[in-house]
């Protein structure tokens, strides 16, 4: 899909489309949480739906143009189900793997969505999980999971043999509360997205570590429960501010880059809705959907829920080949993708 | 302190909450019954809340969009709330000020309008009507977005007069006709695509569309008006303070409060037919409501303090509700501190019960008292509760077995002294004499030779078959 040439440029962050629409079945996401791109480019979503509505749960299969390629995987227990859905990573083979963070298992499915395997056993001893939330693989296609109730994490080889970890429990320097996403940057250090303190964390591979990122609040380079991360060649920090409702770049010192808000246009999907429901277009364009919401007293964090384009707990970001940057929108059930249009250290140091 | 300090600090906390354990009792009693009552109306209500804990792990608790998500957090918010008469408050304006889920068709406009209640329901009547009234899913619920300037939709306007806070008979047509006209022009933002959503049940493309107030001055009739024998060119604040100065919403709205609190009155629709069941008490809070201006936290105060609620003639006078029951054994069982994928089918199950928590029956609200209990929802009720409490895995019930065999003489307890101990330990609860009579022969059914009973399994069997009883169903 092109990118939206006159798209609001936030320093070097250049909206360009929005993918998915709201869907409880089939094609579309519900409460998406978390999505990863298969070595062929594909993207698969992750839909974590609600214990009310559980046709949500999901992976949806998607491209960058709005092809639809089918889903898998549903609500239970059973091979090849979710019940907490919590992460979603491709190996270099398409392999696909699933975190659950109620059944404290990794389930493992080909790239075609057909379950090949599960494994996992709870518990706090060494390589039992307690709430498996973030995945990333790392160099050498180890997979480092966040066992975030037992607030560490640990390093598996793909077929679920423990390997290594790292990590406490508090508030002190490199200790974590409830931690969430991770990511291995392309220098092999791990970030993770401290959740319960407002800040990320930044280890060596073996567990040393390094520095944090953020800090509590709401201004620029503070973060509110954040639940992802990523990092570019540069080591420049990408975070998913979920509680503040945005995505903040740090440079790789910590220093504050740029936020993003969120600009959701209409996807393909979207747009196929509303030209076969017209009476909806018609009354959708004849609405406000990006009302002053703050002149009229509106909470600052209720302003997702009345400016649609905005993001709306933005739960997972991750970098496409350097080029872009998805960002999945949880409570719009949609995935923002961001062009950048420089390296955020160029645009950090310009 | 008492024991009937305690049993009075259960009674308090049955009515003004969702119960409390023995050692809450107990410390609660020490402190004192008035200045419990003070802290009850004092508390935070976001006490013990952490919102952004339950959006982690439930998203539906934030995004909204269907009616299961808003409950369960609601739900949530009863069993772990640090302000329990605040959500007792909020479930009382959600029957009184009705607003069902069925017209509205999203869980976020509901959760506002809960958080609404929150935050206003123990505050000032007029504010909670000028509130309501603005209410964005209240306008899609009783229509006042078709009540335009020259065409008139009484709906709202009867509503306010009739089940809000006057009652039938004292307002004449009249006085709706004008009632209504002074609410045109109060709707909702992008009214033509959210009642379309609405109506259409739509989440597409990206959720529900935003619900919030606005005033249309185009559509407003600033004509002159007479209402309730005042005349002037009123608005819907100008009608609500009317309203609020009117001795029968003061009288309405105590027997509301008599209602939920006290004891059970018949339906609201009956009001007009049968004299409140007691008139002096109706009276102490009519002068409370206007000695401080309308207040309805004084109202409470008075209220919790009064002869008429201490009285142990009240006690276990009412039927629980369906919300009342399940919050009240969630909480004693220990369940959901944290999040889980359970606490759904526990806000469902209220359903099967009698009561859908975010879509009232009717604007009515629910019918209470003992229109709780029929032959299907009282085998739900019970089954319930006895399978609540006969899960030992269960953190609070396991606190429970143990305590009441402390209490009981570690397993050398009569029946006498086991039957009391479960009793007061499931909260300071009173039996009548036949269901005392019952568990007594049950636990001396459970003393081995010349030794005396109360081992684990015989406090269990004994927790389970109390819930079991008529005298569990009522607080």
């Known amino acids: 899909m092109d990118a939206t040439a006159a798209g609001p440029r936030v320093g070097f962050l250049r909206y360009s489309y929005t993918l998915g629409v709201a869907a409880m079945e089939g ?9 990863d791109i298969a070595p062929n480019g594909r993207l698969y979503v992750l839909g974590r739906s609600h214990e009310g509505d559980t046709r949500g749960v999901q ?122 996403g991770v990511t291995a940057s392309p220098g092999g250090d791990l970030y993770v997205a401290d959740w319960g303190n407002d800040r990320v964390l930044r280890f060596t591979p073996d567990g040393e570590y390094v520095r944090s990122y953020g800090g509590s609040g709401s201004e620029d380079g503070q973060l509110l429960r954040p639940s992802s991360v990523a990092v570019d060649g540069a080591g420049c920090v990408y975070v998913a501010d979920w509680g503040n409702n945005r995505v903040q770049v740090f440079d790789p010192e ?64 991750k970098l496409d080949g350097g080029r872009r940057l998805l960002v999945t929108d949880r409570n719009r059930h949609r995935i923002q993708v961001y062009e950048l249009t420089a390296s955020a250290a160029d645009a950090s140091a310009g | 302190m008492s024991t009937h300090d305690v049993e009075l600090m259960g009674h308090l906390m049955r009515r003004a909450g969702f119960g409390a354990d023995y050692e809450e009792l107990e410390a609660r009693a020490e402190k004192g019954y008035e200045a419990t009552v003070d802290e009850l109306i004092a508390a935070d209500s976001q006490e013990g809340i952490d919102d952004l804990l339950l959006y982690r792990y439930h998203p539906d608790h934030q995004g909204g969009l269907g009616m299961a998500g808003a409950a369960a957090y609601w739900l949530y918010r009863m069993v772990n709330t640090g302000g329990p008469l605040h959500e007792k408050m909020s479930l009382f304006w959600h029957s009184v000020l009705a607003t069902g889920y069925q017209k509205v068709t999203q869980g976020k406009g509901m959760m506002n309008q809960i958080a609404m209640f929150r935050q206003h329901g123990m505050g000032s009547f007029r504010d909670m009507l000028v509130e309501i009234s603005k209410d964005p899913c209240m306008v899609l619920w009783l229509d006042n977005h078709e009540n335009h300037a020259g065409a008139v939709n009484e709906n709202y306007g009867r509503e306010l007069l009739e089940l809000f806070s006057m009652g039938v008979g004292n307002y004449t047509e009249q006085d709706v006709k004008e009632c209504a006209r002074a609410f045109t022009g109060w709707t909702a933002a992008n009214i033509d695509y959210v009642a379309m959503k609405a109506q259409r049940d739509s989440l597409w493309p990206y959720g529900r569309m935003s619900l919030r107030f606005e005033y249309r001055a185009d559509d407003h009739d600033a004509g002159e008006k007479e209402f309730l024998g005042h005349a002037g060119r009123f608005d819907g604040q100008d009608v609500v303070d009317i309203i609020c100065a009117q001795p029968a919403t003061a009288r309405f709205i105590a027997r509301h409060m008599y209602h939920f609190f006290v004891a059970d009155e018949p339906p609201v629709p009956q009001w007009a037919l049968h004299p409140p069941a007691d008139p002096e008490a109706i009276d102490i809070l009519a002068q409370a409501y206007f000695e401080h201006d309308y207040r309805i936290d004084e109202m409470l105060r008075v209220l919790f303090k009064s002869e008429f609620f201490r009285s142990r003639s009240s006690w276990f006078k009412k039927v629980k509700g369906p919300a009342e029951l399940v919050a ?46 029929d032959t299907g929802t009282a085998v739900e009720r019970i089954n319930y509760a006895v399978q609540q409490l006969s899960d030992p895995a269960r953190p609070g019930v396991k606190r429970l077995v143990d305590s009441v065999m402390r209490a009981s003489g570690n397993g050398n307890a009569t029946a006498d002294s086991l039957v009391q101990a479960c009793l007061d330990r499931m909260g300071a609860i009173s039996v009548d004499e036949s269901t005392r009579g019952a568990l007594l022969e049950f636990a001396a059914g459970r003393v081995v030779g010349d030794g005396g009973c109360g081992s684990a399994e015989n406090v269990a069997e004994l927790v389970e078959l109390v819930a079991s009883t008529p005298d569990f169903q009522r607080e």
């Open chain 1, 254 to 317: 910590g220093g504050f880059v740029c936020a993003v808000m969120g600009e959701a246009t209409l996807s393909p999907w979207a747009r196929d809705y509303l030209n076969t429901n017209v009476e909806e277009k018609e009354a959708r364009d004849r609405s406000d959907l990006e009302p002053d919401v703050r002149s009229l007293g509106v909470d600052a964090r209720e302003e997702p829920y009345h400016v649609e384009k905005r993001f709306w707990a933005p739960v997972s970001v």
């Open chain 1, 27 to 35: 094609r579309g996401f519900y409460y998406p949480v978390d999505l």
């Open chain 1, 59 to 180: 992976v949806c299969m998607t491209d960058h143009d709005g092809g639809y390629h089918g889903v898998f995987g549903s609500i239970g227990e059973a091979d090849g189900q979710f019940t907490w859905a919590s992460a979603i990573v491709i190996d270099g083979e398409g392999l696909v793997y699933v975190s659950d963070e109620y059944l404290n298992r990794i389930s493992i499915f080909d790239e075609s969505g057909r379950f090949l395997r599960k494994w996992g056993v709870p518990g706090a001893g060494e390589g039992e999980l307690d709430g498996p939330s973030g995945m990333a693989l790392d160099a050498d296609q180890h997979l480092w999971v966040v066992d975030h109730r037992n607030a560490r994490l640990q390093r598996f080889t793909r077929g679920g043999h423990y390997l290594s970890g790292f990590g406490a429990g508090g508030v002190g320097d490199g200790q974590m509360k409830l931690p969430w």
């Open chain 2, 328 to 373: 009240g054994l969630l909480k004693l069982t220990g369940r959901y501190r944290l999040p889980d994928p359970g606490l759904q089918e526990d806000a469902n199950l209220m359903t099967v019960m009698g009561q859908t928590l975010i879509n009232p029956p009717s604007v009515e609200g629910w019918h209470q008292g003992v229109e709780w209990i």
